[in-house]
C-alpha cells in the first residue's frame, strides 16, 4: 500500500492554517478540538476514539495563532501523538488519570479568546463553524471519499450474496458489522429491517425477527473519519405491486437530486424541488417523515443545511435520504469539477435502474432480487 505519510502531513498542516486563519478574523486566541469528526479532519485523517459510542475521542487538540498541543491522558498521549497526528508539530501534554479533566488543562493552554468545537465553560461553541471550513475536501480526501464509496458498494454486493430467509435481522446485523470492520471500517449506523418493520419504520434497528422475503441494508460507514452512508434493498421472489411503487417512486425523486446538483446551487432550492418531486410521485408528505440529506464527509449527514441559503461546492460530498413509507434511497455522490459523481455506484455490479429526468437519463440502484 503507498506510503501516504507526508500526503497526510501537508494535508494536515493545511487544516492547522485553515485554522488559524480562522481564529485572526474572529479575534479568537485558540481553538479547542476535541469531538472525533474535526480530529479527524485536522489531522488528515487521526482516530482519537477509544469509546465507540461517543463523538468525543480520549485527546484534546489546541490550536493557538502560533502552537499546537495534543494533550490527553497517559494511556493515550504517546499512542495517539505515535500513530494519529505523527511530525504535525504537536506539543504532547500529558496528564494522569487523577490530574483533571483534559479539556480544562487544553483551555489553560489556549489564551483568552478561546473556542471549542462543543460545549465548554470558558469557550464559544463554534462547531458549525468548523463543519463549514472541511469544505471544499482535498485532493487526498477526494481520493479516500472515492475509495470508501466503491468499497462499501462492494461490501454491500458481496454480503448480498450470503443472506437468506429465515435469518434473523440480529443475526445479519452481527455479519453486516464484522464485514464493515474486517474492510478497515468503523459504523457508525446500523440498520437491517425486514418485510413489514420497512414500511412500520423508518430507522428499523436489527431485532430477533426473522427474514421472510424483503431486506432494508444500512449503514454509516467511517474510515479517517470520513462517511459513506449506503442503503439498499434485497427482495426475495419478485417484489409486490406495493414495493415496487414506493420504490419507483423514491429512486424518481433521487435522479432528479442528482441531476439538479451544480455548484452554486443553494440547498434550499434542493428541499422546495423535493417537495415537488414527491408530489409528482403522489407522495406530497412524504418529505416531512424524514430529513432529506445534504453534505457529508467528517460529519454523518449535515441535514439542516437544506434550511440555510449556503450553496453546493465543488469538491463537495452528498448523501441524499430519500424516503417513501416502504423503502429509502441513499447513495454517496461528489461533486467534481467534471459535474457529479455517484461514487458508491460507478463501478458497481449491484443491478441498476434507468431513470429519465427532464435533463436526461441516469441510473440508481434497483432492488436486488434474489
Known sequence: MEDLSERIRIDAAVKRKKVREYLQQN???????????????????????????????????????????????????????????????YELVVMRWYDGDVRQKALELAGKQVASDMDFPGTVNVYNDLVDLHYPLSELEMERTRWLAA???????????????????????????????????????????????????????????????????????????????????????????????????????????????????????????????????EYPEEWRNHFQGGPTGYVIVDAGRCLTDKVVQVNQPYEWFITVTGTKMGELSLMTNAGLEIASFASSTWPGMEITTEKGSIIVPDLLVR
Open 151 to 281: 468499497e462499501t458498494d462492494r461490501l454491500y454486493t458481496r454480503f448480498a450474496e450470503t443472506v437468506k430467509p429465515g435469518q434473523t435481522e440480529q443475526e445479519i446485523a452481527a455479519r453486516f458489522h464484522a464485514a464493515h470492520l474486517a474492510a478497515g471500517m468503523q459504523v457508525d449506523v446500523l440498520i437491517v429491517g425486514s418485510d413489514e418493520r420497512c414500511f412500520q419504520y423508518r430507522h428499523p434497528i436489527p431485532t430477533a425477527k426473522k427474514l421472510e422475503r424483503y431486506l432494508m441494508l444500512h449503514t454509516a460507514a467511517r474510515r479517517w473519519g470520513l462517511h459513506c452512508n449506503l442503503t439498499r434493498f434485497i427482495h426475495f421472489g419478485e417484489p409486490g405491486a406495493q414495493i415496487r411503487k414506493v420504490y419507483d417512486a423514491a429512486a424518481a425523486v433521487e435522479a432528479r437530486v442528482f441531476q439538479m446538483l451544480e455548484p452554486g446551487l443553494p440547498f434550499a432550492d434542493i428541499l422546495k424541488a423535493q417537495k415537488e418531486w414527491y408530489a409528482e410521485q
Open 27 to 89: 479575534n479568537l486566541d485558540g481553538l479547542l478540538i476535541s469531538t472525533r469528526e474535526h480530529f479527524a479532519w485536522v489531522t488528515g485523517g487521526g482516530d482519537s476514539h477509544v469509546v465507540f459510542n461517543s463523538n468525543v475521542g480520549f485527546a484534546t487538540l489546541v490550536i493557538t495563532r502560533d502552537k499546537a498541543y495534543l494533550v490527553a491522558q497517559s494511556m493515550d498521549a504517546q499512542r495517539l501523538l505515535a500513530e494519529q497526528a505523527d511530525g504535525q508539530g
